[in-house]
């Protein structure tokens, strides 16, 4: 049963929303108690997802707001609203817009709409989207987690029965599919063809570690580095860096290393974006100068100059594995916390040849 929805609403007793002749609403009791509409809903039901003591605040509140649970407005949300909700951290990335188009051309040809929210990995402005979301009454959800996401309030969606698909990144103990690039094997992938080229002085550039995502590729490069007998602690390690601004930003931290690094593993290829031209700036020939590996061979990595050396990430695979899954969910299907990983692929370009001898 999905929750929020704007039809759930009840005839309002004394109060301002009563005096209005406005109907109040499970967002507004949300608004009221600081908690999020899925809680609200779930607690008017008596849901053991909903710890006891804050149930009985819940119902409390709605009983004094004058809030009537309309069980015949909730049944109207086993209709479908033909709107499914896709949220990332970053939609200027050019890998999410493919893997939007992915997304798109499958649900579009089931006469889904497609509604997208940009978090920032903002964990409040996440959990505000798929709020209004619920009030919509959305027939499924695709998330790339932000920062901070909790498995609980994940599961609490999937129990109140709406379709959930993680893609891109993991929540740990969060019962939904995901479908995600093997982010793990790609940092392996690109470390090991930077060993093979004979860097032993390899930065790693970018991810935010507490996701999936950074997490994976920098035991990628890790793992890679330990196997070469090359010690990861005394290697350049940056995290955090997202973008080309952090990208171009970060050069001449690298340029100042002691040793400087003669090759680059880029979280993905808007950071090496950013190097790749602040290096030219700085003097230094990307590739000759200092190698540099990308991440998600996004449009355009293999027209730059010099061509990018990236790990291919699948956002068509993704995208389209994503909206089967959601496809199946919203036609009655159970599917539960199937985990599929995409093989990456290692894309190698001009930009990492093998370091000048003097280095």
């Given at each position: 049963?999905?929750?929020?929805?704007?039809?759930?609403?009840?005839?309002?007793?004394?109060?301002?929303?009563?005096?209005?002749?406005r109907r109040l609403r499970l967002g507004d009791l949300a608004m009221q108690l600081g908690v999020s509409t899925a809680t609200v809903s779930l607690a008017l039901r008596n849901s053991p997802l909903v710890a006891a003591e804050t149930r009985e605040r819940i119902k409390e509140h709605a009983r004094?707001?004058?809030?009537?649970?309309?069980?015949?407005?909730?049944?109207?949300?086993?209709?479908?609203?033909?709107?499914?909700?896709?949220?990332?951290?970053?939609?200027?990335?050019?890998?999410?817009?493919?893997?939007?188009?992915?997304?798109?051309?499958?649900?579009?040809?089931?006469?889904?709409?497609?509604?997208?929210?940009?978090?920032?990995?903002?964990?409040?402005?996440?959990?505000?989207?798929?709020?209004?979301?619920?009030?919509?009454?959305?027939?499924?959800?695709?998330?790339?987690?932000?920062?901070?996401?909790?498995?609980?309030?994940?599961?609490?969606?999937?129990?109140?029965?709406?379709?959930?698909?993680?893609?891109?990144?993991?929540?740990?103990?969060?019962?939904?599919?995901?479908?995600?690039?093997?982010?793990?094997?790609?940092?392996?992938?690109?470390?090991?063809?930077?060993?093979?080229?004979?860097?032993?002085?390899?930065?790693?550039?970018?991810?935010?570690?507490?996701?999936?995502?950074?997490?994976?590729?920098?035991?990628?490069?890790?793992?890679?580095?330990?196997?070469?007998?090359?010690?990861?602690?005394?290697?350049?390690?940056?995290?955090?860096?997202?973008?080309?601004?952090?990208?171009?930003?970060?050069?001449?931290?690298?340029?100042?290393?002691?040793?400087?690094?003669?090759?680059?593993?880029?979280?993905?290829?808007?950071?090496?974006?950013?190097?790749?031209?602040?290096?030219?700036?700085?003097?230094?020939?990307?590739g000759p100068g200092m190698a540099l590996g990308g991440y998600d061979d996004t449009d355009g990595a293999d027209s730059r100059l010099p061509s990018l050396t990236s790990v291919w990430n699948a956002p068509e695979v993704i995208g389209a594995r994503a909206a089967s899954l959601i496809l199946r969910?919203?036609?009655?299907?159970?599917?539960?916390?199937?985990?599929?990983?995409?093989?990456?692929?290692?894309?190698?370009?001009?930009?990492?040849?093998?370091?000048?001898?003097?280095?």
């Amino acid at each position: 049963m999905r929750s929020g929805s704007g039809s759930d609403r009840s005839t309002v007793g004394d109060g301002d929303d009563g005096r209005s002749g406005r109907r109040l609403r499970l967002g507004d009791l949300a608004m009221q108690l600081g908690v999020s509409t899925a809680t609200v809903s779930l607690a008017l039901r008596n849901s053991p997802l909903v710890a006891a003591e804050t149930r009985e605040r819940i119902k409390e509140h709605a009983r004094k707001a004058g809030y009537i649970y309309n069980r015949s407005a909730a049944a109207l949300r086993t209709a479908r609203s033909n709107m499914v909700g896709i949220a990332v951290h970053d939609i200027l990335n050019p890998y999410f817009a493919e893997v939007f188009r992915a997304l798109e051309d499958q649900l579009g040809r089931e006469q889904q709409v497609v509604l997208i929210c940009n978090h920032r990995d903002d964990v409040s402005r996440q959990r505000s989207f798929v709020d209004t979301l619920l009030q919509h009454r959305i027939d499924g959800l695709v998330l790339c987690a932000s920062v901070g996401t909790e498995a609980e309030e994940v599961n609490a969606l999937v129990d109140a029965g709406i379709p959930v698909t993680l893609i891109c990144r993991d929540v740990e103990g969060v019962r939904a599919p995901v479908v995600r690039g093997d982010d793990f094997l790609g940092g392996l992938m690109l470390t090991r063809h930077l060993i093979g080229q004979g860097h032993r002085r390899i930065a790693m550039v970018g991810g935010r570690r507490a996701t999936s995502a950074g997490r994976e590729r920098n035991l990628g490069w890790k793992q890679a580095l330990g196997e070469a007998g090359i010690d990861a602690a005394g290697q350049v390690d940056i995290p955090e860096l997202m973008t080309q601004a952090d990208g171009r930003d970060v050069v001449p931290t690298l340029l100042a290393a002691d040793p400087r690094p003669s090759a680059v593993f880029a979280f993905n290829d808007l950071v090496a974006y950013g190097i790749l031209s602040a290096l030219r700036r700085h003097g230094v020939e990307p590739g000759p100068g200092m190698a540099l590996g990308g991440y998600d061979d996004t449009d355009g990595a293999d027209s730059r100059l010099p061509s990018l050396t990236s790990v291919w990430n699948a956002p068509e695979v993704i995208g389209a594995r994503a909206a089967s899954l959601i496809l199946r969910q919203i036609g009655g299907e159970r599917v539960t916390d199937e985990h599929i990983l995409i093989p990456p692929e290692l894309r190698i370009r001009e930009s990492t040849p093998p370091p000048p001898p003097e280095s």
